[in-house]
């Protein structure tokens, strides 16, 4: 079991890595070059160099990329080349209000789906089944901005309940932004929970089907407490990557969303960032992206193994 | 970027963004709504009298990050600029100059020395008098390479710093290097609103000007807040107060419209499937800024085949402009005729060539250019790019013309594709005097110069023109000057659009022309 944990820490470890220097690499291959582009079009040929200067860009692109990923590992991250900031703090402050989203929509379209997933699973082929599996598949289907549109014409403009937009900038309280948060979170959380539906659905219909069920049923146990002790925890398993999935891509996949609701998080940054070209922030933001993809895989990886006493024993079985 | 896209450049913030989203938005919304398919688009902007106080909403998209209330810097926040400040002069609603902070100006006989006597009784929002000791500083920060003002390099050429006198309290002389009678025009630009003396370290976030609105708060790319001065020479503005919201996507700031989070969005041009949606509201409206915006498809007169003048002669004989009006803007502005003085200004000629596809066809077969193959670029930038495009496209195929339309990247397009393509689509704000406009875009080597044209005999006739005193004799010559780019520049000019406004149907007392709006007149009904 240890080693079968060290192997995956040690994977994890390696991804990352790739993933810093894929990063890198891809954002030196953003078009238009960075020092016009940060300046604008007034530029003077001097500032133009100097900056190029100070961003380094005469060095070679090993060296630049050892100092980035020896302060990154220090959380240093450097200085926007817009704001003058530290990019750390910066980054920390939009992070935090995306958080806030992605708790909230954990929280609906985790517990949501799941529950309707076994609901459709128990049900299959009968009416709540083909209910619940229609309005997930449309879920699936629609892109976020328009879930995001339809549920602003909704609750914000036909029935004012919530607000439309946020009007706050990134220093915003908690508390300013709470009402804020539910529309933007219901629109993720529709997106998302459409594919956890399906498997969780999936899986229950598997799980009921399999012999230790039937054996368990025939032993006169109640339908809920087979349900709840016996095919639960076997049908969560293979759901718990796609919600490991879903996490991450909530941490980097919330750009259009928060755009439309103006929701000063950390795709809302991240855009402006590569719009501005200001490449410490986008650097950053793609590597803490990386982070939370490799931990919620890890997460998962080790949640399955808490949960399947075989993969637990594989280690040592081979 | 430049000052003349300025508001544009903002734009670029939602346009990126925007692009699909929008899309998908404005077709969702004009479904719900069941807006027909016919522009339905009020023409008058909402007049009536608004009752005294309120608090109005604007929502503007933010410059940067790096944002500066500076009025001089390249990166100011625009919108607040014309309520903290003024200027020595501004350009009045029929496109004359009219007094602002300078009750009054005169050249000597030859137009090359400016007297300016400044209004009395004028203070700034710390309770300083204005003195014309403020408005030679504030020559002098926008000349300061330390500024780094876009407007630097249109006055100095004209102006040495050094040379600035102040004889009295309320006389500003300013000695030209060489005579110009249009002086005064150069100081309407928004970069030129007047600071207080030695203010250059702080003016950037303490907003201190003579405007008809003092500062409260302001962050950069965030929110802030204006409040009435009492003390405004002008009167006090009906307003008591002004929020800003920055909101960088454009269909965020028409959400924020339609569901009555904001009165106003400012200095955004709605695409027309979001206007009709806004003015099917009925929260909101449409106001319509008349032949706000100048749209241009530069051909770059250094590459091939533009180096020819019958080339460029016959693209501009080859489209109709009425046509890419009625298709691109849906009618909402005025053919341009290539032409790129706007019909509202008191120096514009009607004189043009007709559309003539069978002589574009002529020209180009004398040039040795029969079946021209073309790409044309455009980018979601701006809405109308691409529209404009197509209809060029459509209408030059009659000449035998074959344009191939290729988008490229929205946030890229003004430092990758502008001035670097040969051909290429963009816009400009109109309310530019016509010899700021003569001398930014169209004079051989000026920094916007954007199809690179060089004409030395363009060049000496606008010369004669600054230099002539007699306004008679200018206004003829600065036609000639029109002929001149008509027949021979590189600027295809198809058409001066109506900037569409999204505002509250509260708002009451609106005004807006070029870069002037109204901020003392404006309120609310109800408020």
Not at chain 2, 305 to 328: C, G, I, N, S, W
């Amino acid at each position: 079991m240890f080693s079968f944990i060290a192997r995956r820490a040690g994977a994890a470890i390696g991804t990352l890595f790739l993933s810093s220097v894929l990063v890198f690499l891809a954002v030196q291959a953003l078009p238009g070059d960075v020092a016009t582009q940060v300046l604008g079009r007034d530029a003077t040929p001097d500032a133009v160099s100097a900056l190029r200067e100070k961003l380094k860009l005469d060095q070679p692109a090993w060296e630049r990329y050892v100092d980035w990923i020896g302060g990154a590992l220090h959380g240093d991250f450097g200085l926007s080349l817009v704001s003058g900031k530290a990019v750390g703090g910066e980054v920390g402050l939009y992070l935090g209000n995306s958080a806030l989203i992605a708790l909230v929509t954990v929280l609906f379209a985790v517990t949501g789906s799941i529950v309707l997933g076994i609901l459709a699973g128990l049900y299959r082929d009968r009416w709540p089944d083909h209910l619940i599996s229609t309005v997930s598949l449309v879920g699936m289907s629609v892109p976020e901005f328009v879930v995001a549109t339809v549920l602003v014409l909704c609750f914000s403009v036909a029935l004012p309940w919530f607000p439309a937009v946020v009007l706050y900038g990134p220093e915003a309280s908690v508390g300013q932004l709470m009402p804020a948060v539910w529309l933007p979170a219901l629109a993720l959380a529709v997106v998302m929970a459409a594919y956890i539906v399906r498997m969780a659905r999936t899986s229950v219909i598997d799980v009921m089907a399999s012999e230790y069920v039937t054996t368990a049923r025939l032993k006169g146990l109640s339908t809920w407490r087979v349900v709840t002790r016996h095919a639960l925890p076997s049908a969560l398993l293979p759901t718990l990557h796609v919600i490991a999935l879903n996490v991450a891509w909530l941490a980097g996949g919330v750009a259009v969303v928060e755009n439309v609701f103006n929701y000063p998080g950390i795709g809302k940054l991240m855009l402006a960032s590569v719009q501005n070209r200001d490449l410490p922030v986008i650097q950053a933001i793609a590597l803490i992206s990386a982070v939370v993809y490799v931990v919620c895989n890890l997460a998962a990886d080790l949640g399955a193994m808490a949960l399947n006493p075989k993969l637990r024993t594989r280690g040592r079985t081979r | 970027m430049p000052d003349i896209h300025h508001p544009g450049r903002r734009s670029v913030l939602a346009a990126a963004t925007a692009g699909a989203a929008s899309l998908g938005a404005s077709w969702l919304l004009t479904g719900c709504t069941g807006a027909s398919a016919a522009p339905v688009l009020p023409t008058d902007a909402k007049g009536g009298s608004p009752d005294r106080g309120g608090t109005l909403r604007i929502a503007r998209p933010p410059a940067s990050d790096a944002e500066t209330l500076d009025p001089a810097s390249a990166l100011s926040a625009y919108e607040y600029l014309g309520a903290l400040y003024n200027r020595l002069v501004r350009v009045g609603a029929n496109g004359d100059l009219v007094p602002d902070l300078a009750e009054s100006w005169e050249p000597d006989a030859k137009a090359r020395t400016w007297t300016f006597r400044l209004r009395a009784g004028v203070t700034f929002h710390n309770g300083r008098t204005l003195t014309s000791a403020d408005a030679a500083y504030t020559l002098r920060h926008i000349l300061d390479k330390a500024t780094a003002s876009p407007q630097a390099a249109v006055l100095a050429p004209l102006i040495d710093p050094g040379k600035l006198r102040t004889p009295d309290a309320r006389t500003l002389v300013v000695p030209l290097k060489t005579p110009n009678a249009e002086f005064p025009s150069l100081l309407t630009h928004y970069n030129c609103y007047v600071i207080p003396d030695g203010s250059a370290g702080g003016i950037g976030r303490t907003g201190i000007g003579t405007g008809p609105f003092k500062l409260e708060s302001f962050m950069p790319a965030g929110p802030g807040r204006i409040t009435a001065y009492e003390d405004h020479w002008g009167g006090r503005p009906v307003l008591d107060a002004i929020d800003f919201y920055s909101v960088a996507d454009m269909s965020a700031r028409s959400n924020a419209l339609l569901a009555g989070q904001v009165d106003l969005l400012s200095q955004t041009n709605l695409d027309f499937a979001t206007a009709r949606v806004v003015a099917a509201s009925d929260r909101a409206t449409i106001a319509r800024v008349e032949n706000a915006q100048w749209y241009v498809l530069p051909m770059l007169t250094t590459e091939k085949p533009f180096t020819d003048v019958r080339v460029r002669q016959a693209m501009k004989l080859a489209y109709d402009p009425e046509h890419v009006v009625k298709v691109a803007l849906q009618g909402a502005g005025t053919a341009g005729w290539d032409n790129p003085v706007p019909p509202s200004d008191p120096a514009h000629i009607t004189a043009h060539p007709k559309h003539d596809p069978e002589q574009a066809r002529h020209l180009l077969k004398k040039a040795g250019h029969e079946g021209l193959t073309l790409d044309l670029y455009t980018s979601s930038y701006d809405p109308v790019f691409t529209p404009m495009a197509l209809a060029y496209q459509d209408s030059a195929k009659r000449a035998g013309i074959r344009i191939r339309v290729k988008t490229a990247s929205a946030d890229s397009y003004y430092t990758q594709i502008w001035m670097k393509k040969p051909l290429m689509a963009t816009y400009w704000y109109t309310g530019r005097p016509v010899d700021q406009l003569f001398t930014q875009v169209f004079r051989s080597g000026s920094s916007y110069n954007e199809t690179a044209w060089s004409d030395k005999a363009f060049d000496a006739l606008l010369d004669r023109a600054r230099q002539e005193t007699d306004d008679e004799r200018r206004r003829e010559l600065y036609g000639e000057a029109q002929t001149f780019v008509v027949e021979k520049g590189g600027a295809m000019t198809p058409m001066f659009a109506d900037r569409l406004v999204g505002l509250s149907r509260k708002v009451r007392g609106y005004a807006e022309h070029g870069f002037e709006f109204d901020y003392l007149g404006i309120g609310l009904r109800g408020a």
